[in-house]
T-cell receptor
Framework: AQKVTQAQTEISVVEKEDVTLDCVYE???????LFWYKQPPSGELVFLIR??????QNEISGRYSWNFQKSTSSFNFTITASQVVDSAVYFC??????????????FGKGITLSVRP | DTGVSQDPRHKITKRGQNVTFRCDPI?????LYWYRQTLGQGPEFLTY????????KSRLLSDRFSAERPKGSFSTLEIQRTEQGDSAMYLC???????????FGSGTQLSVL
């Protein structure tokens, strides 16, 4: 069975601080996909990134970066120089590759990030 | 591209009543997904369609739940004989087969009194 653990439930930072959101996953599959989604107060989940299990290269996109380490089954997300607009709930998710990357996502419980001015 | 739309946004019903929700995916997308999200939890997969075929149903989906996508476009999710435990946000998403990401709607918030 697949499982995604986001041990942090709430994080509060002051604007311009860096913040890292942790994600640990469990799966018996050798081929899988990892995702991060953002859910702002409006409620609509927004895709941030997808990584497949064969690609352990770290990714940077503007102020966002992701660190994927198969050895520790972790896929952590860092926001550099946080802004108030980053305030949201962030979900890490996992899917099995055999049925297609988006066939069925298993989500973690989410981390509520509050960025104070 | 008008995004994924869900109707209604909110539904309040009494225990034992039947409710139906509608989801209109992004028009070019052939896959459609239903998820359920309760307060403080991540979305839980319920079912998904490729075109009009329902390819997978979660064990969470009891026989009181049924979903359809009759012409491979919009989808409906019906809950019969609602229970208080059905209170949740019901999320719809769509994608291309093999697409990188899901596009989510704003959800239907169901409250069962």
């Amino acid at each position: 069975a697949q499982k995604v653990t986001q041990a942090q439930t709430e994080i509060s930072v002051v604007e311009k601080e860096d913040v890292t959101l942790d994600c640990v996953y469990e799966t018996r599959d050798t081929t899988y996909y990892l995702f991060w989604y953002k859910q702002p107060p409006s409620g609509e989940l927004v895709f941030l990134i997808r990584r497949n299990s064969f690609d352990e290269q770290n990714e940077i996109s503007g102020r966002y970066s992701w660190n994927f380490q198969k050895s520790t089954s972790s896929f952590n997300f860092t926001i550099t120089a946080s802004q108030v607009v980053d305030s949201a709930v962030y979900f890490c998710a996992l899917s099995e590759a055999w049925a297609g990357a988006n066939s069925k996502l298993t989500f973690g419980k989410g981390i509520t990030l509050s960025v104070r001015p | 591209d008008t995004g994924v739309s869900q109707d209604p946004r909110h539904k309040i019903t009494k225990r034992g009543q039947n409710v139906t929700f509608r989801c209109d995916p992004i028009s070019e997308h052939n896959r459609l997904y239903w998820y359920r999200q309760t307060l403080g939890q991540g979305p839980e997969f319920l079912t998904y369609f490729q075109n009009e075929a329902q390819l997978e149903k979660s064990r969470l989906l009891s026989d009181r739940f049924s979903a359809e996508r009759p012409k491979g476009s919009f989808s409906t999710l019906e809950i019969q004989r609602t229970e208080q435990g059905d209170s949740a946000m019901y999320l719809c998403a769509s994608s291309w087969d093999g697409g990188e990401k899901l596009f989510f709607g704003s959800g239907t918030q169901l409250s069962v009194l």
